[in-house]
């Protein structure tokens, strides 16, 4: 083959045989280009961002909750949050009740009789236990009426009673005054109806503070009614609902905002390079969603799920913010989807010419730190897991960038392996 000459420039510092000549763009055409992308792209996204605040009002109104952008978003947003941390307290509560409300121990008529004696005894001298038997002491400690006593005596601390103590405090019966109406239990005991001449009856019932508190807790977490993120402002609701509006407008305005910065990347590029861009966009869109729904639906539930599962462990309760909350859920899918143009970028620079498939295949273990880093760094939050969480997906994509790079070669790339066969033959 002859070697083709490198064109040379004139005296006014132009390449006269350069075919690229009327293509070519000055810097002032570049800002002068992003600023028209730029423009273009914010009247998108605030087109989404009005056509969600009208759906949200129109679904307020018809009171559809499932009706618009914004405020189905929300609940959607923190969804993960809201049934991971009702789901770790009602195990909390389930736990706990297995190990501390067990059956209480069963005393036969003739130890209850001795208790009631002692009791007797003890309230004949004044609530003063000095006149009882050893034997009859070490009964009388271990009855609610003792240990109550001691707990008074000690201005109600319970770090005054042992474990035993507390144990037999949990599991006795206090009065608690209830109102009954007398409809149903006329009906049940078989009573005329005009016989009964009160509607309601006040009863005092025993009822085991610990045991109702358990059910109580139980049934919080059944009918759902608790929300477990919570904001310490009044303004914070209002911002909140705000960010999501912008993501939600984001994600919609995608097709367009990916558009407009795959339109700009292609206008400082010659025209043979341009045809790449044109097959970038179609990819980068699915991409992009794809990266979206796989943090909002998978990464962020197990991300949750697994920092409850150290606050279990280490016996802490959380009170989550809902701002801080969606600082991670806002931020998260947003660089997920952005990271998920690895191997586009990948492809894009195997097409021009600048890396090929065996140097991003030498070159894995410095993109393994750089990914590892950049998790790290871009992830909101400081824990291990959600940086991993982004950096497995990131290598992954990575490894099929590679392959699509060796399996569908650029073209100069196939154009030198058949001329170095030529040189060969």
Same mark, same amino acid.
């Given at each position: 083959m ?5 064109p040379?420039k004139?005296?006014y ?10 293509t070519?763009m000055s810097?002032?055409?570049h800002?002068e280009e992003?600023r ?5 792209a914010?009247?998108?996204l605030c087109?989404f961002?009005v056509?969600?605040?009208v759906?949200?009002?129109v679904g307020d109104?018809?009171?559809n909750p499932r009706?618009g952008?914004?405020?189905p978003m ?6 993960p949050?809201?049934?991971q941390?009702r789901d770790?307290y009602y195990?909390r509560?389930?736990?706990v ?13 003739e130890q209850k009789?001795?208790t009631?004696?002692i009791?007797?005894?003890?309230e ?7 006149d009882?038997?050893p034997?009859?002491l ?5 009855t609610?009426?003792?240990?109550q006593?001691?707990?008074e005596a000690?201005?109600?601390?319970l770090t005054?009673?042992?474990?035993e103590?507390?144990t037999?405090?949990? /599991? ?5 005054p209830?109102?009954l =109406?007398?409809?149903? +239990?006329a &009906?049940a !005991? *078989? #009573? ?6 009160a509607?309601?009856?006040e009863i005092?019932a025993?009822?085991?503070p ?5 059910l ?8 759902e009614n ?8 009044v303004?914070e609701?209002?911002?909140v609902y705000?960010?999501v ?8 305005a995608?097709?367009f905002?990916?558009y407009q910065?795959w ?6 590029l010659?025209p043979?390079e341009r045809?790449?861009?044109y ?5 980068s869109l699915v991409?992009f ?5 796989l943090c909002?639906?998978?990464?962020l539930?197990?991300a949750?799920k697994?920092? /409850?599962?150290?606050n279990e462990w280490?016996g802490?309760? =959380?009170?989550?913010? +809902?701002? &801080?909350? !969606? *600082? #991670?859920?806002l931020?998260?899918?947003?660089v ?5 143009q690895?191997p586009?970028?990948m492809?894009?620079l195997n097409?021009?010419?600048?890396f ?11 993109a393994?730190?750089?990914m590892?880093v950049?998790?790290a ?6 824990d291990v897991i959600t940086?991993?969480?982004m950096f497995v997906?990131?290598?992954g994509l990575?490894l099929l960038g ?5 399996y569908?070669p650029?073209a100069h790339?196939?154009?030198?392996e058949a001329?170095?066969e030529e040189?060969?033959v």
């Amino acid at each position: 083959m002859a070697a083709t000459s490198r064109p040379t420039k004139n005296k006014y510092g132009e390449y006269p045989d350069d075919i690229f000549k009327d293509t070519r763009m000055s810097f002032g055409e570049h800002i002068e280009e992003l600023r028209v992308r730029m423009f273009n792209a914010i009247k998108w996204l605030c087109f989404f961002l009005v056509i969600g605040f009208v759906l949200d009002g129109v679904g307020d109104a018809m009171k559809n909750p499932r009706i618009g952008v914004g405020k189905p978003m929300l609940k959607v947003i923190t969804e993960p949050v809201e049934s991971q941390v009702r789901d770790f307290y009602y195990r909390r509560i389930e736990k706990v009740a297995r190990e501390k409300l067990g059956a209480a121990a069963t005393a036969t008529s003739e130890q209850k009789r001795e208790t009631l004696r002692i009791l007797e005894k003890v309230e004949m001298a004044g609530g003063k236990p000095d006149d009882l038997t050893p034997d009859e002491l070490a009964i009388y400690v271990k009855t609610p009426q003792a240990i109550q006593r001691k707990l008074e005596a000690n201005n109600n601390s319970l770090t005054a009673l042992s474990p035993e103590e507390i144990t037999i405090l949990r /599991l006795t019966p206090v009065k608690m005054p209830i109102v009954l =109406p007398t409809a149903p +239990l006329a &009906e049940a !005991l *078989g #009573l005329p109806a005009g016989q009964v001449k009160a509607k309601e009856v006040e009863i005092e019932a025993l009822v085991v503070p610990a045991r109702f508190t358990h059910l109580t807790n139980m049934g919080e977490g059944l009918l759902e009614n608790r929300q477990y993120l919570s904001t310490l402002s009044v303004q914070e609701g209002f911002v909140v609902y705000f960010k999501v509006s912008i993501l939600c407008s984001i994600v919609l305005a995608s097709p367009f905002l990916l558009y407009q910065f795959w339109a700009f990347v292609g206008a400082g590029l010659y025209p043979h390079e341009r045809q790449h861009i044109y097959s970038m966009f179609a990819p980068s869109l699915v991409l992009f969603l794809a990266g979206v729904v796989l943090c909002q639906f998978i990464v962020l539930p197990g991300a949750v799920k697994a920092l /409850l599962g150290f606050n279990e462990w280490l016996g802490l309760d =959380p009170e989550i913010r +809902l701002r &801080e909350w !969606l *600082g #991670l859920a806002l931020v998260l899918p947003l660089v997920f989807g952005v990271s998920f143009q690895t191997p586009l970028l990948m492809v894009f620079l195997n097409r021009i010419g600048v890396f090929t498939a065996a140097d991003y295949l030498s070159k894995w273990r410095q993109a393994f730190m750089v990914m590892a880093v950049f998790a790290a760094l871009i992830t909101p939050t400081p824990d291990v897991i959600t940086m991993l969480y982004m950096f497995v997906p990131m290598f992954g994509l990575y490894l099929l960038g590679i392959a699509v790079c060796h399996y569908f070669p650029a073209a100069h790339e196939a154009l030198e392996e058949a001329e170095a066969e030529e040189v060969a033959v």
